[in-house]
């Protein structure tokens, strides 16, 4: 078949499906009249624009979306970290890709909430801010951190999978690797059968990207139909000194970061990330991401398997610098609200428990709220200032998610740059991974003939 010549690449389609449901979204709640809703009549009867579109369309295609990006995580995880780690050269490689790793996830965590307290303190969002609405927030429980080691190692590893805890699904996978390279022939046959599985996944995973300009079309459009923005303006400078720290740690940070680590051009990792980016800001769930975060990793990024497959998913989990940019300024805000002195020692504080708490939590949407209520405790804030904030949450969930899983590649590529198995010819290749991207669904047609 001819290929047309105007042929929008996944990422400009993906872009576009965003800021389609964004116009949708808000026209919608434009013209959406005062008691909430919009009817209209079919047939004589009255049909509620809400109940139809945002609740029912929208709502329906945008969690069938996130429901099957979620599918493929613990698969995805299981057999890739499964192949990586039977290919490991040499055994001792895998302390230290797990060394490295958390070393720089955790390292970039502290860096980031460290900037960010600094930055709050400078610029003071909290001071002279005044609500008048009574707050409430009800904090849900936080994991005490004992509790979060324990938790890594699975005690049944299907209520692991079942339960899509990735520490405990990372844990099984690396042993379960180990095993199969020490069994000789029968570790063989399964290895290549993993091998296979490996393929098959990925292949879903492209297939469903291919479907990712509807599904972030409707989570768009539901989200904008319903978000306040006038909450922005209550707390206008919490929201903006959020995003402008999460813009320096993902573009200065990061930058050099990566061209002190590994000399590679910056600029290349940014344009790469664009797609996962774009997924993490749609669904706000880096786990839910995971799946594009690695395909971007070893396809465009040029890691090795090897290495992506265990860096990956356990920056998934443990690595969340844009939520620790969140927690520090909310931190310094809301004393500042409530008029408490912190001592350099409760920075201090802030700063360990924020990056402990982000270890053990998965990345799914607004968890960085519920590791808040533990910091804020830490430090005897009152956890209902978290009812301040809350209203904006879920704009700024959205970008430090994306800044999260931009966080996950560049460690995965220092990481494997240090250890050679970084291919610099897929990296700096800006059509890497691009034409797979791409799914010939003509193909299936073909091959069920
Ligand atoms: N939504 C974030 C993530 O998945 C976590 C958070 O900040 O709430 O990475």
């Known amino acids: 078949m001819e290929q047309s010549p105007t042929k929008l690449s996944l990422t400009v389609k993906i872009f576009i499906g965003m800021i389609a449901g964004i116009i949708i979204g808000a026209l919608l709640q434009a013209v959406t009249d005062d008691s909430g809703d919009l009817t209209f009549s079919v047939f004589g009867y009255p049909v509620s624009t809400y109940a139809v579109l945002v609740d029912g369309i929208f709502h329906v295609i945008g969690q069938i979306f996130i429901n099957s990006l979620k599918m493929l995580v613990v698969p995805l995880v299981f057999v890739s970290l499964v192949c990586g780690i039977m290919n490991l050269s040499e055994p001792s490689k895998l302390g230290r890709l797990g060394g490295k790793s958390v070393l720089l996830y955790v390292g970039t965590t502290a860096l980031a909430i460290t900037l960010a307290i600094f930055m709050a303190i400078v610029v003071a969002p909290g001071e002279g801010t005044e609500f008048e609405t009574e707050l409430t927030y ?23 999978f079942s339960e899509g805890k990735m ?75 959020v995003l402008v720290v999460l813009i320096i740690h993902a573009t200065v940070s990061y930058s050099i970061l990566l061209k002190l680590l590994t000399g590679l051009n910056p600029i290349i990792l940014f344009r790469k990330m664009r797609d996962a980016a774009l997924f993490a800001f749609s669904t706000a769930s880096s786990s839910a991401t995971l799946p594009v975060t690695m395909e971007t990793a070893t396809k465009k990024l040029g890691v090795n398997n090897s290495v992506a497959s265990f860096t990956v998913p356990l920056g998934s989990t443990i690595n969340m610098d844009g939520t620790a940019i969140m927690q520090g300024v909310a931190t310094v805000f809301i004393a500042q609200y409530y008029q408490v002195d912190l001592s350099t020692g409760d920075y201090l504080m802030v700063v360990l428990t924020a990056t402990l708490a982000s270890v053990g939590t998965a990345g799914v949407p607004g968890v960085g709220l519920i590791m808040l209520a533990m910091v804020l405790n830490q430090v005897n804030l009152p956890v209902e200032g978290i009812a301040l904030i809350i209203g904006v949450d879920r704009l700024l969930d959205m970008t430090r998610t994306a800044v999260n899983v931009t966080g996950d590649c560049m460690v995965a590529c220092v990481v494997s740059n240090s250890e050679n198995e970084l291919d610099k010819k897929v990296f700096y290749d800006l059509d890497a991974g691009v034409k797979e991207e791409e799914v010939d669904f003509e193909q299936f047609e073909r091959g069920s003939k």
């Open 167 to 241: 520490l405990q699904v990372i844990v099984f996978a690396v042993l379960f690797g180990i095993a199969i390279a020490m069994s000789g022939e029968s570790g063989k046959r399964l290895g290549s059968l993993f091998e296979d599985l490996n393929t098959v996944i990925m292949k879903l995973v492209t297939i469903l990207m291919n479907l990712a300009p509807w599904g972030v079309f409707a989570l768009m459009a539901k989200l904008f139909a319903k978000v306040d923005i006038s909450e922005i303006i209550n707390i206008a400078k919490y929201f903006f000194l």
């Open 138 to 160: 009800a904090a849900k429980e936080a994991p005490g951190i004992a509790q979060v080691f324990i938790d890594i190692f699975p005690d049944n590893p299907f209520k692991s």
